[in-house]
């Protein structure tokens, strides 16, 4: 199974970029799909996550400017964010929880390699 990230960048504050995340390798399906960034000198943390019944959570620090989506045909999920802020600046990274494989009931947790977001004040 692969996460393969896209779409980061550098950008000013206040401007938007959007992420997308695709996974592939056989999946049956994914349970929840999620984006987590670190910044340096910090620890990871959720950023947002969607269910297969596209139910959402976001941390506090993104609500009501950062939108998830997915799309559950293509195994892809994809964050909007904007009204980037300088605090935002970090490596994002998609995560897949409770993911399925055809051929096996076995539900595995994997994570891509990362975005770098940086936004400039």
């Known amino acids: 199974v692969q996460l393969v990230e896209s779409g980061g960048g550098l950008v000013q504050a206040g401007k938007s970029l959007r992420l997308s995340c695709v996974a592939s390798?056989?999946?049956?399906?994914?349970?929840?799909m999620g984006w987590y960034r670190q910044a340096p000198g910090k620890q990871r943390e959720l950023v947002a996550t969607?269910?297969?019944?596209?139910?959402?959570n976001y941390a506090d620090s993104v609500r009501g400017r950062f939108t998830i989506s997915r799309d559950n045909a293509k195994n892809t999920v994809y964050l909007q964010m904007n009204s980037l802020k300088p605090e935002d600046t970090a490596v994002y990274y998609c995560?897949?929880?409770?993911?399925?494989?055809?051929?096996?009931?076995?539900?595995?947790?994997?994570w891509g390699q990362g975005t770098q977001v940086t936004v400039s004040s």
């Open positions: 995560n897949a929880d409770g993911l399925r494989r055809w051929g096996t009931y076995r539900l595995n947790n994997y």
């Open positions: 390798g056989n999946i049956f399906s994914i349970n929840v």
């Open positions: 969607i269910t297969s019944a596209n139910s959402t």
